[in-house]
Nanobody
Framework: QVQLIESGGGLVQAGGSLRLSCAAS????????IAWFRQASGKEREFVAV????????SYAGPVKGRFTISRDNAKNTVYLQMNSLKPEDTAVYYCAPTTGWTRPRPFGSWGQGTQVTVSS
């Protein structure tokens, strides 16, 4: 079973950039689609972006399209989320998870601790 650990969050001013990492341990990482989700305080967790098992396809939620880029390096068992032109509304705890499905990615397994992203105005 694959386990994922998120890192790379922090405090950044609006318009700035951050790169999140999602490092995997265990077996099967390169077989899974991996997605990023986020949860803002007081709100439900929401989908951000997903990348296919081989990195050949990606999909993004509307609010981040054109600003965020998801990528993966299967040799390093890591998925990345490059976040540019950050806005205060991007403030949230960011999580990664293996997913099933593509048009509506469904996470499975246990959630990690996530990584906090705070964007100041």
């Amino acid at each position: 079973q694959v386990q994922l650990i998120e890192s790379g969050g922090g405090l950044v001013q609006a318009g700035g950039s951050l790169r999140l990492s999602c490092a995997a341990s265990g077996r099967g990482f390169s077989s899974y689609h991996i997605a990023w989700f986020r949860q803002a305080s007081g709100k439900e967790r929401e989908f951000v972006a997903v990348i296919s098992w081989n990195g050949g396809s990606t999909s993004y939620a509307g609010p981040v399209k054109g600003r965020f880029t998801i990528s993966r390096d299967n040799a390093k068992n890591t998925v990345y989320l490059q976040m540019n032109s950050l806005k205060p509304e991007d403030t949230a705890v960011y999580y990664c998870a293996p997913t099933t499905g593509w048009t509506r990615p469904r996470p499975f397994g246990s959630w990690g601790q996530g990584t906090q992203v705070t964007v100041s105005s």
